[in-house]
């Protein structure tokens, strides 16, 4: 028990009033009586400091469990379709069948009640200076405006919950997407002054806050000030990664892309391109660690599937066992991955002159579809390279057994671990220096600057072996092409391309607008027209749905719970979604 001292205490109480929050399945209920109040835990500022390792923690629900928040982000772009939910016509507000599209707004607006519990309580103690107290907001605020920028690019106009809700509210009101940019980005500005410059893994700092401000600042289209952002954190601490390090350094037949995304990697002090990752280690306490990564569950085929797993004489070929299952683990793809993504966004700009292919897309860092054989020593087959003329439907090879970017997924079980390989702990990307550079040569684009938009393009390509561009390449889908190449599971791919859709309807280019965007945006021409699932409508179908998506489905449905809860405001639905009829028009401030 002499361990067992007050910062301890507080933790633990900390600890249990967040999960007591958590046990609510709505943002607008309020949060049930106990003995662990925030009257009993903010007392001191080991209060605060213990709810803001459980905010640090939640990052990790980005890239951790088979339902994980960017899974969704990647099935729904360009790169992918879900699975087992391919057709978003039948996605509505009351109902997520196999994925969590509809129901995620809860557990995100979870966090963002753990963020103003703090904020609203910033000044319950007596702090000794400004130097103790505005770091500890600072970095409430990054949280709130980390997780309301991937709110409203999941579904839009929303309400704003400025402060800790300690009583129940059924009177909000939608606010504008545009409103809510404006406060994030009133926050960052805030919270750049005052977090730390470093940290410990895991913990936000400055160059978080700036990178995070860059993505704001596009999305408002203040370029000028995106391009000021993003210099500081480029000629700030961090560098590109350009030599091998790490763990596997000393294996000849690795490359510098396999050792930037070794989980043991990413957080070590000698990756200076990390800004921000979030830590999630096996090691740990049970209670401090998450369920895995679930990557090789979420992007991997399921080519032991007795589906397509066939040999020529019917048996099963494949398994979920023996070689090949220990590399590939048990695939059951949330993410089916595209053609675009694995084949067709690499054949131009993807070899260089010298016709070596782009480190990302080299050999050794991808399992491709050839490269599989059949694994069950029972079979006739054993040890052959997998026919796709055994399946049931041959002619469904593309969609069931696709190529796999093994040099990001490939996280195996520890040699204490049991259980089946899905994907073990692990940790992961939020903010990693090459996206920053692409986020400047963005707002270079906007800004008309196509040789500097080219050069911060070029560090990223160079650096992956690939071929230098022009300025007159440069294009907004050719941004978003490298940004596949070089960000998979790392951005939140549905939220950037939905950005975009907003940049290019209020500057009304290309035939969109603000009026219509919901019936015309970029987001579905690009989606509609780059992954090739959506072109197989009338040939493919599983479990009773084939791939289709209409214009309205660049947002998520709200939760009709949380509308028809909320009888004293109006909670706008997205247009397209039944109950949209309804809406009222957004609040542009927020007071």
């Not at 903010?42 to 213990?50: K, L, M, R, T």
């Not at 940019?181 to 400055?206: H, R, Y």
């Not at 892309?257 to 200076?272: A, G, M």
Request: charged content about 25%; overall charge negative.
């Amino acid at each position: 028990m002499a361990n067992f001292n007050k910062t301890t205490y507080i933790m633990l109480c900390c600890t249990l009033l967040v999960l007591i929050g958590a046990c609510s399945k709505r943002f607008l209920e309020p949060e049930p009586l106990s003995f662990f109040t925030p009257e009993n835990v903010f007392v001191d500022p080991s209060g605060y400091q213990a709810l803001l390792i459980t905010m640090r923690k939640d990052l990790s629900r980005e890239q951790t469990g088979q339902k994980n928040f960017l899974a969704h982000q990647w099935a729904s772009s360009e790169a992918g379709v879900p699975w087992l939910q391919m057709d978003f016509t039948r996605l509505t507000p009351n109902s997520d069948a196999y994925q969590e599209f509809v129901s995620q707004i809860n557990d995100i607006f979870e966090m963002v009640r753990n963020a103003n519990t703090i904020i609203s309580r910033i000044d319950e103690i007596e702090w000794e200076s400004e130097s103790d107290r505005n770091p500890i907001l600072a970095e409430a605020l990054w949280h709130r405006a980390y997780w309301y920028y991937r709110l409203i690019g999941n579904y839009g106009d929303l309400p704003f919950v400025n402060e800790e809700i300690s009583g129940a509210r059924v009177d909000f009101k939608t606010h504008s997407r545009w409103a809510i940019l404006n406060k994030i980005q009133a926050d960052l500005e805030f919270a750049a002054q005052w977090m730390p410059v470093s940290a410990a893994a895991g913990v936000p700092t400055k160059g978080a806050a700036d990178h995070l401000l860059t993505k704001v600042y596009l999305a408002n289209m203040a370029f000028d000030k995106a391009v000021a952002k993003a210099t500081e954190v480029i000629d700030g601490r961090y560098a590109l990664m350009q030599n091998r390090f790490g763990i596997d350094a000393d294996d000849p037949a690795k490359n510098v892309l396999w050792d930037l995304h070794r989980p043991e990697n990413k957080n070590i002090s000698q990756n200076t391109e990390t800004i921000l990752a979030f830590v999630d280690r096996w090691e740990a306490p049970p209670e401090a660690r998450s369920d895995g990564l679930y990557t090789m569950r979420v992007y991997h085929c399921g080519y032991f599937n007795n589906v397509v797993a066939k040999d020529k004489d019917g048996n099963l070929g494949m398994i979920d066992s023996g070689p090949m299952y220990d590399s590939l683990g048990r695939g059951n793809p949330d993410v089916a991955l595209s053609d675009y993504h694995n084949y067709t966004v690499w054949e131009e700009h993807g070899y260089n002159s010298k016709n070596t292919p782009d480190l990302r897309r080299a050999d050794i860092n991808w399992w491709d579809r050839d490269e599989l054989f059949y694994n069950n020593p029972a079979s006739s087959q054993y040890g052959e390279p997998f026919d796709p003329q055994n399946l049931d439907q041959p002619a469904e090879y593309w969609a069931r057994i696709f190529a796999m970017p093994f040099y990001k997924t490939f996280v195996p079980n520890k040699p204490d671990q049991m259980g089946q390989p899905l994907g073990s702990n692990g940790d992961w990307y939020l903010f990693r220096l090459a996206e920053t550079y692409l986020l400047r040569a963005e707002a270079y684009f906007w800004l008309g600057q196509l040789d500097l938009a080219a050069d911060d393009i070029n560090a990223v390509r160079t650096r992956a072996n690939a071929d230098p561009i022009t300025a007159a390449e440069v294009t907004i889908d050719f941004l978003f092409d490298e940004r596949a190449r070089e960000l998979f599971a790392e951005e939140p791919r549905q939220n950037e391309l939905n950005r975009v859709s907003y940049i290019l309807a209020a500057r009304n280019e290309r035939g969109y607008s603000l009026g219509n965007i919901h019936e015309k945006n970029w987001f579905y021409d690009r989606v509609r027209n780059l992954n090739n699932f959506y072109a197989h409508f009338d040939d493919l179908t599983v479990l009773g749905q084939s791939p289709r998506i209409e214009p309205f489905h660049f947002q998520w449905p709200i939760d009709d719970n949380i509308i028809t809860a909320n009888t004293l405001g109006r909670i706008n639905q997205n247009k397209g979604y039944v109950g949209s009829e309804r809406n009222e028009p957004p609040l542009e401030t927020i007071e």
